[in-house]
């Protein structure tokens, strides 16, 4: 059962995030962020797209951990975003959460913003919509009930958005929603969610972060 749209942009979480300490990099848009959860507390911070260069963005992590007195001992995983999003900003941010996972022999898994969009979706629609907006074109990639991925990142006009998919449940992320064409965002069916980092914990129990081959998601 699809919720109601106006319920559908306020929804909760309710995925238990009491399990596991991580960090979480994400440099995939204009503004970033830097995540950790350690010992049932969290911390973030947002970040320009100035500091995205492998070194300015190792001293924003550094910086981060000593204003909040983490140390790289009280985690034991990161998640870093693969994108899709500006090329310096995942090659930077890649780069530099492998350098940290090898040095700390910390786990790496890797996220991507079409999955986290719909992460507080699981079990909750049979078809998952995930829209993006990146460089004045439009993206979409399907995923089943179980978050599995049902179909290929793929572009898509405006116009297919709204003839096609206007009944569809879909979801959008908040940061995007404004660059999205009013048309769209007036569908039937549409979720515009907050990207979570807590949610990414869910994702990785659930086995739908990768880990093994930890690349940049590029769009053309």
């Known amino acids: 059962m699809v919720a109601p749209k106006d319920l559908l942009v306020n929804i909760t979480s309710s995925i238990n995030t009491d399990i596991m300490n991580f960090f979480s990099i994400d440099c995939s848009m204009d503004i970033g962020s830097l995540f950790v959860k350690t010992k049932s507390k969290t911390f973030s911070k947002t970040l320009q797209s100035d500091k995205y260069n492998n070194d300015l963005l190792m001293k924003q992590i550094l910086d981060f951990f000593v204003e909040n007195n983490i140390k790289f001992d009280d985690i034991s995983q990161i998640f870093v975003n693969q994108g899709p999003g500006n090329f310096s900003g995942l090659r930077g941010s890649l780069a530099t959460a492998k350098g940290i996972s090898l040095s700390k022999n910390l786990k790496l898994f890797g996220y991507n ?94 086995g739908l972060l990768n880990e093994d081959l930890i690349k940049p998601l590029y769009l053309s």
Do not use: G
């Open 113 to 206: 913003t079409f999955i986290w969009s719909c992460a507080k979706f699981f079990k909750k629609n049979n078809f998952i919509c995930s829209f993006i907006k990146f460089r004045e074109k439009y993206f979409i990639k399907k995923f089943d009930n179980n978050l599995n991925s049902s179909s290929k990142v793929e572009e898509i006009t405006r116009e297919e958005i709204i003839e096609k998919y206007n009944n569809k449940f879909k979801v959008i992320p908040k940061s995007l929603a404004k660059y999205f064409d009013k048309k769209i965002l007036k569908l039937n069916n549409l979720a515009i969610v907050d990207l979570n980092h807590n949610e990414l914990e869910f994702l990785q129990i659930k």
